[in-house]
Structure formats: C-alpha cells, structure tokens
C-alpha cells in the first residue's frame, strides 16, 4: 500500500517561503506551474461519503489521475495514495463522466517544488493564500517544518478545499470552486 504523508504550512509570500527552504539547502526539483485539478465523484457522492478523492490534474500538458484514501488521524496529514500519468486527461474525464462520474470541485494553485533529503518541499500559490507542503517520512516532515521555524501546532493537515470554504465562509466570495480570477 502507497502512503502519503504530508503537512501544510502557511506563509505570507511565495517568495519568503521560497528564501526559506533555499536556505536550507533543498535543490530546485520543479520549476513554477499552473495546477488544474478537478476532483470527480459519483451523483450519490460515494467517495465523498468515504473520506476518499478521486483527482485528476493536469500541468504542463500531462495529466495524473490520483486516488486518496481517508485521513488517519494524527499530527501529519496520512492517507493511501495511488497516482498514474494519463496521456490525454481530457479523454479521461469524458470516460469519468460516462461512468457516471461527475467535476464536483475545481481548484488551481502555481506550484513550484524543491528536494531536501528525503522531502519533496512545495510552494503553493493558492487564491486562498500561500502555503508551503512538505511530504515525506515523519521524521523529516516535524525536521524539515522546524527548520523552517514552525511547530507541530502550526501544522495544517486540511485539504485544499477546505481551506478554500473556511476563505469563502470568512470573506465573503461566492463560487463553488478555488480558482483565480480570470482578467
């Protein structure tokens, strides 16, 4: 069973984040991008009902096609991850939708992501704000946010979403998904 193991941390700028985790010697892995993500569900909302995600992101002209089991309660952020890399992610959600799937959630973010060690370290340009996620082993997860100058009660283990609607909740903005203003 593949296991993801990731937290969130909140920064002011992309560029502090960025400074930050250079700082600490982590090397450039993937350059700055737009990420469309679409997460798919059935009318009756079975994966929903059952903590899981079906995604299907696409960046850069490729696609994934991502299924995340629920959360295991903790101070990190771990579920079971299972990822692919799909040719043409348009043809894959028209096969979705005639399945009887359906884009309930649609969120983009620019991500930029760095190597240290073990972790892979993203910037995550979001409308909602900035966010820095850190994927790894535990260990280096609690090292690697400590060295960025964060404590285990700073760590955020929700999804995107969620964090979109406690935005929208607070704010004000109305639309059902998290995505930049088109201008």
């Known amino acids: 069973m593949a296991l993801e193991r990731e937290i969130k941390l909140r920064f002011a700028t992309a560029d502090e984040a960025r400074e930050k985790i250079l700082a600490l010697g982590a090397t450039p892995l993937l350059g700055r991008r737009l990420q469309e993500d679409c997460l798919y569900d059935t009318d009756d ?4 009902r059952q903590l899981s995600t079906l995604r299907v992101r696409c960046e850069s002209g ?5 299924f995340k089991g629920p959360a295991i309660p903790g101070l990190v952020k771990i579920r079971e991850e299972f990822e692919t890399v799909v040719s043409d992610g348009a043809v894959l959600q028209k096969i979705l939708e005639k399945l009887g799937m359906h884009c309930w959630f649609r969120y983009e973010k ?4 760095f190597s240290l060690e073990d972790a892979v370290i993203a910037v995550d340009e979001t409308p909602v704000g900035v966010f820095v996620e850190i994927e790894g082993s535990e260990a ?5 946010a400590r060295a960025l100058g964060f404590a285990a009660t700073d760590y955020i283990t929700d999804s995107y979403r969620f964090l979109f609607l406690q935005h929208r ?4 903005i109305a639309g059902p998904d998290m995505v930049f203003a088109e201008g």
């Open 62 to 66: 490729k696609s994934l096609l991502t």
């Open 45 to 48: 909302e079975q994966l929903r």
């Open 169 to 172: 909740d607070s704010s004000g």
């Open 140 to 144: 280096v997860i609690h090292d690697t």
């Open 110 to 113: 620019y991500r930029e992501e």
